[in-house]
């Protein structure tokens, strides 16, 4: 069994330390991948500390993962070694089910398989194991293109923060005359400001963060609005067609559902570990606005994702950080301090192998 190196959590208290891990051999329509970065994104640090009350330990997080082929099987026709390529949120899916006939293996019904912490029907070992390690072993069907016109290190947030911002962006028809809300300046935060922007919407960024409002001008927002501060909230009232509301904690979505104009939708993707405080239901009714949800997106959208970021030029901003770094990036994450995603250089794990 090829020898691979991982970080994981072995309980939701302890910090992630170094551990070996099994990968499979690759079957016949296998590739295996020689992990060169992989982003770092809350939901790692809600999995890793067992947030959401579904973690297994050992926990290896990490779907953000970039790497480079190094071994095909038989049967792979779409990739040969020594291409660049990236594994994003899911590593398998039903493929029968309507969700999955449509491209939509992100709602399988059937049962798809997460890149981490997910039932590994391949038997390697109970849980399936992230890309905070050194390789890994994915189907071909779920492991996406990268253009060489992309940064890899840039491009590793583009496999969640990216695809999680972009579906939804694209699902609600954001583009040129709408004006569109995008709250929280983090990880997905920050790749939703430059999407929008790169669709032709109007972006107002809402942060907690007044420091953040440069930045968020030159990401591509054209307003900024503090969002704890209620004149500027008020201000909003009834001006956005749609909100991307990204935030990781419990808030008040009160605010930004009056901000939204006649039939204006906002969508929740951050998952907070809390509840959010009861919604008011007569402004959702007196301007029939929509509250929804959306879960990351299927293999075809992401590739669709990666490659429009390729012809625009987007990547996320980020730092770069060793492995061993991991426990005080999640810190300094809780603390909204990274500008804008963590990126771990794998390399630095690499040199522990030797
Ligand atoms: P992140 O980098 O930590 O960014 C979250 C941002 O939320 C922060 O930068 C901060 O922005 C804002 N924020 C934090 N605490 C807040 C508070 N108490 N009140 C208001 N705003 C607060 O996290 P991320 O990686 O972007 O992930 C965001 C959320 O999306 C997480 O819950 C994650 O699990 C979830 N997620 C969902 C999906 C999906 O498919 N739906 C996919 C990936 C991630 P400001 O400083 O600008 O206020
Ligand atoms: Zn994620
Ligand atoms: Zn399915």
Same mark, same amino acid.
């Given at each position: ?11 939701p ?6 551990m070996?891990?099994?990968?499979? /051999? ?5 590739? /295996?991948?020689?992990?060169? %970065? ?9 999995f890793?500390?067992?947030?959401? &009350? ?15 082929i ?9 990739f040969?070694?020594?291409? #660049? ?12 089910c309507g969700?999955?006939?449509? %491209?939509?293996? +992100?709602?399988? /019904?059937? &049962?798809?398989?997460?890149?981490? +912490? ?9 849980? #399936? ?9 994915? @189907? ?5 293109? *990268? ?16 695809? #999680?911002?972009?579906?939804p ?17 983090g990880?997905?935060g %920050? ?8 669709? &032709?919407?109007?972006? *107002?960024l !809402? @942060? #907690? $963060?007044?420091?953040?409002? /440069? ?7 054209? =307003? ?6 209620? @004149? ?9 067609? !749609? ?10 979505? +009160? ?8 039939? &204006?939708t ?9 509840? %959010?405080?009861?919604? =008011?239901?007569?402004?959702?009714i !007196? ?6 949800? $959306? ?7 992401? =590739?669709?994702?990666?490659? !429009? ?5 987007i990547g ?23 500008k ?15």
């Amino acid at each position: 069994m090829p020898k691979t190196l991982a970080f994981a959590a072995a309980s939701p208290t302890s910090p992630l330390a170094m551990m070996p891990i099994p990968r499979r /051999e690759p079957g016949a329509g296998d590739v /295996e991948i020689e992990i060169t %970065h992989c982003g770092v994104c809350h939901s790692d640090l809600h999995f890793a500390r067992n947030e959401w &009350g579904m973690s297994a330990y050992p926990c290896v997080p990490g779907h953000e993962i970039i790497g480079r082929i190094t071994r095909v099987g038989a049967g792979v026709s779409r990739f040969k070694p020594g291409d #660049t390529v990236g594994v994003g949120c899911l590593v398998g899916s039903c493929r029968t089910c309507g969700p999955c006939r449509e %491209h939509l293996e +992100n709602y399988c /019904e059937g &049962g798809n398989t997460f890149t981490y +912490n997910a039932p590994d029907k391949h038997g390697t070992a109970p849980m #399936t194991f992230g890309g905070y390690s050194t390789s890994m072993v994915v @189907t071909q069907d779920f492991v996406l293109r *990268v253009d060489a016109r992309l940064d890899p290190a840039r491009a590793a947030p583009l496999l969640c923060a990216g695809i #999680t911002t972009y579906s939804p962006l694209r699902h609600w028809g954001v583009g040129p005359g709408q004006r569109v809300g995008v709250v929280g300046l983090g990880g997905l935060g %920050h790749m939703g400001v430059k999407l929008a922007r790169a669709m &032709g919407a109007e972006v *107002v960024l !809402f @942060t #907690t $963060s007044p420091g953040k409002a /440069e930045d968020a001008r030159r990401l591509g927002a054209h =307003q900024v609005v503090i969002s704890r501060d209620e @004149t500027q909230m008020a201000a909003q009232a009834g001006s956005l067609h !749609f909100i991307l509301n990204t935030v990781a904690a419990s808030h008040d979505l +009160n605010p930004f559902m009056n901000a939204l104009r006649l039939n &204006g939708t906002m969508c929740l993707v951050g998952a907070p570990e809390h509840p %959010h405080p009861p919604l =008011q239901v007569f402004p959702v009714i !007196f301007k029939r606005r929509s509250l929804a949800g $959306s879960l990351i997106g299927g293999l075809r959208e992401t =590739q669709e994702m990666l490659d !429009f970021c390729a012809a625009k030029g987007i990547g996320a901003d980020i730092e770069l950080i060793p492995m061993q770094k991991i426990n005080e990036a999640y810190e300094r994450m809780l603390r909204s301090d990274v500008k804008y995603r963590f990126v771990i250089d794998m390399a630095s794990l690499k040199r522990e192998l030797k």
